[in-house]
């Protein structure tokens, strides 16, 4: 499940950051512009993958966490293809 989620989530920034891509080097703006916008939009992508990487830890350190416990991690539920 978490497999899933990671590949989803690999493939949408790769698509979100060709489509960004190719709508900056196709928008007719001058070059100050553009180079704004690519800025601009690299840090939002940059804290977005920070929040997912944040996210993955917490969710990692969680399931490292119950297992030290001695209790079956959540993840240990799902069913594994």
């Not at 590949?7 to 790769?14: C, E, R, S, W």
């Not at 917490?58 to 240990?76: C, N, R």
């Amino acid at each position: 499940m978490k497999g899933d989620t990671s590949k989803f989530l690999i493939g949408f920034a790769i698509g979100a950051i060709g489509g960004i891509v190719a709508g900056i080097l196709l928008a007719p703006d001058s070059g100050k512009v553009t180079r704004k916008k690519i800025v601009d939009k690299t840090n939002r992508i940059k804290q977005d993958l920070e929040n997912i990487a944040d996210a993955a830890k917490d969710s990692i350190s969680e399931t490292v966490d119950e297992y030290w416990k001695g209790t079956k991690p959540k993840s240990a539920t799902y069913n594994k293809r």
